[in-house]
């Protein structure tokens, strides 16, 4: 089944405690991005990346940092969490770029709450 | 800076339809998506556009005004199940590449 896969689905965890959420996809995609939701806020775009090797910042990339290694991989590290940093992530992936217009598949969502 | 209006909530009545707007006020626009929110659940995509016009898809359509920075979500025949939360994003153009800008998104809830 084609899918993006995130793990963990929810974690509580403390202020500074390094975290790294993962995301997998399995559809060979160059594309991959990272979002976080946030009431009243709407979805925002914290990092993305182009293909291996290639990622740029989004409109809120402060306090994360992400790499590209593998295609089918894009995690999000957040090497000191913050009670800012509270909120719903999504991972997302398509065949190319939004430029393309290529349509995202989302991740199911990783509920992060930093105390 | 960049700015996306939606409105935040909406009603309707199931088998009505219901016109959704969004306007942009952005620098780079590139293009425009719709996404569809489901309480607790991902976005699943519905539209691009990146022309003016109308895209029609099934019971959804989606227009742009790309000189009126303009868009809207047309929904026909409404359902039950199209109680959901609509995104629109605005794919921008920046000097490292493309980012992808949403709206707060408009809560639509489908009545009897």
């Known amino acids: 089944e084609a899918q993006v896969t995130q793990n963990p689905r929810y974690l509580i965890t403390v202020t500074g405690k390094k975290l790294t959420v993962t995301c997998s996809q399995n559809?060979?995609?160059?594309?991959m991005s990272w979002y976080r939701q946030d009431p009243g806020l709407g979805l925002r775009q914290i990092y993305y990346s182009m293909n291996v090797e290639v990622t740029d910042k989004g409109d809120v990339p402060e306090g994360y940092k992400v790499s590209r290694k593998e295609k089918r991989n894009f995690p999000l590290i957040l090497e000191s969490p913050s009670p800012n940093q509270t909120s719903l992530y999504f991972c997302a992936s398509s065949l190319g770029g939004t430029a393309l217009g290529y349509e995202q598949y989302f991740g199911p969502g990783t509920r992060l709450t930093v105390t | 800076g960049q700015n996306i209006d939606q409105p935040t909530e909406m009603t309707a009545t199931e088998g009505a339809i219901v016109q959704i707007n969004c306007t942009y006020q952005?620098?780079?626009?590139?293009?425009l998506f719709w996404y569809q929110q489901h309480a607790g659940e991902a976005p699943t995509f519905l539209s691009y556009?990146?022309?003016?016009g109308l895209e029609e898809k099934g019971r959804f359509s989606s227009f742009l005004s790309r000189s009126k920075g303009y868009s809207y979500l047309l929904l026909k025949e409404l359902q039950m199940k199209d109680s959901a939360s609509y995104l629109c994003?605005?794919?921008?153009?920046?000097?490292?590449?493309?980012?992808?800008?949403f709206g707060t998104g408009t809560q639509l809830k489908v009545e009897l």
């Open positions: 556009n990146v022309l003016d």
């Open positions: 559809m060979n995609h160059e594309y």
């Open positions: 952005t620098s780079g626009f590139n293009g």
């Open positions: 994003a605005a794919d921008l153009l920046t000097g490292g590449g493309n980012k992808l800008t």
